[in-house]
């Protein structure tokens, strides 16, 4: 046997494959999934990663394979990592990206840590990503799928050299997704069809805002929506409903388009615009972690993606005096560059060239925002429609 992995198998497709392919190398496999459905989670036979069901089909799936399959109660845990910080980020006006902190915190600290007492020597996940030992620099790397249009390493941008060394993702080498149905279809599973989960997981069908109305009702009080000039032109029902590029529930009356380019949570305010007050260059990285490279200390010439679904675009990455902490500046300017989401960094060479990824962190607002309210109206002329 090459090893013990403990396979994270969330009941989906990707998961079950990964889990059976390792076992077909070699590795000494054992079937793990956790519990982290909340009381309003969907339980029906497609129910996301989160449902009663999705635990089922990992059982049967497990059992098709021929591993043991072990349920670990991490419901608490994902709630205080995941879902508290999902609530409170939008109460201050972000966007925030729930997959990240859920990979970090929950998937690659508390379950690598889990992996371990059992005595797995790795964890594998259904992630479409690739990791790699490059011996020239002594370092584990994480890259992108050779399937881009799957691709997942944005949302793994916090995986550190001890997860890295320590994690199997072998759904990163192949052709794409329909490669892993074939073979889920070819093993006999029955979920090789399922569909893909497309949402939130601990998101009800309802939707987010509803979820957030009876998390956090204080959150939703009334406020201005401005212009760019300092303005009011309408009032919103709480800036949890709203971010960066939204055009829905906003005031009508305008000849052009209107979006949101700001939101002042401070202030209680949504400010608005036209598309092209949407468009920045420069933008603010906080809590960065890196992983090709130890840090930077003088700029670097990197790739950047800002969006799980966005494409990377050319940009300066510059250093700052605290070490989690840099700025960005796009070659081109970008649309809705959105505090709370991630910015991740890639690099590489030759036939890797932006590949790699070497780092990424949180956006902050300080310059990021998208659009900046004209000088002397940030306080004085808002505050005074609040």
């Known amino acids: 046997m090459k090893g013990v992995v403990a396979a994270a198998m969330s009941g989906g497709v990707d998961s079950a494959v990964t889990a059976a392919l390792l076992k077909q190398q070699g590795y000494d496999v054992i079937g793990i999934t956790l519990q982290i459905w909340q009381e309003h989670s969907d339980t029906g036979k497609y129910g996301g990663c989160c449902s009663l069901g999705a635990v089922e089909d990992a059982r049967r799936a497990a059992a098709k394979i021929g591993i043991p399959h072990y349920v670990l109660n991490f419901r608490e845990y994902f709630a205080d990592k995941v879902i508290d910080n999902f609530v409170s980020e939008y109460s201050k006006g972000r966007t925030p990206n729930p997959c990240v902190e859920c990979n970090r915190s929950v998937k690659f600290e508390e379950l690598l840590r889990h992996a371990r007492d059992l005595g797995a020597d790795y964890l594998a996940t259904g992630h ?4 790699r030992y490059n011996e020239v620099s002594g370092r584990h790397e ?4 050779y399937d881009t249009s799957k691709d997942q390493s944005y949302a793994l941008y916090t995986l550190g050299q001890e997860a890295l060394a320590r994690t199997l993702m072998p759904l990163g080498s192949l052709a794409g997704k329909h490669e892993t149905r074939k073979i889920a279809s070819e093993l006999g599973l029955a979920l090789a069809n399922k569909p893909d989960s497309q949402e939130i997981c601990f998101v009800p069908k309802e939707g987010y805002i509803s979820f957030l109305e009876k998390k956090a009702p ?3 009080s009334p406020g201005p929506i401005v212009d760019l000039s300092g303005n009011r032109v309408g009032t ?3 800036i949890a409903m709203y971010t960066i590029g939204q055009r829905k529930r906003l005031p009508g009356g305008s000849s052009r388009p209107i979006v949101v380019v700001k939101l002042l949570a401070d202030l209680n305010t949504v400010v608005i615009g036209y598309e092209e007050d949407l468009l920045q260059s420069e933008f603010d990285v906080l809590n960065c972690t890196w992983s090709a490279i130890d840090g930077i200390s003088e700029p670097i010439e990197a790739l950047c993606k ?3 679904n966005g494409s990377s675009s050319a940009a300066l990455i510059l250093p700052s005096t605290e070490p989690t902490v840099v700025s960005g500046r796009f070659r081109e300017p970008q649309r809705a560059i959105t505090p709370g989401q991630a910015a991740v960094f890639y690099g590489g060479t030759g036939d890797e060239s932006g590949q790699v990824v070497l ?3 949180t956006i902050d607002d300080l310059r990021a925002g998208n659009a900046r309210l004209p000088m002397g109206t940030q306080t004085s002329q808002v505050a005074s429609q609040c």
């Open 359 to 361: 780092g990424g962190g």
């Open 142 to 145: 994480l890259l992108r799928a």
């Open 128 to 131: 479409y990503a690739r990791i």
């Open 306 to 308: 800002i969006r799980y």
């Open 236 to 238: 919103h029902e709480g």
């Open 218 to 220: 204080a959150i939703f």
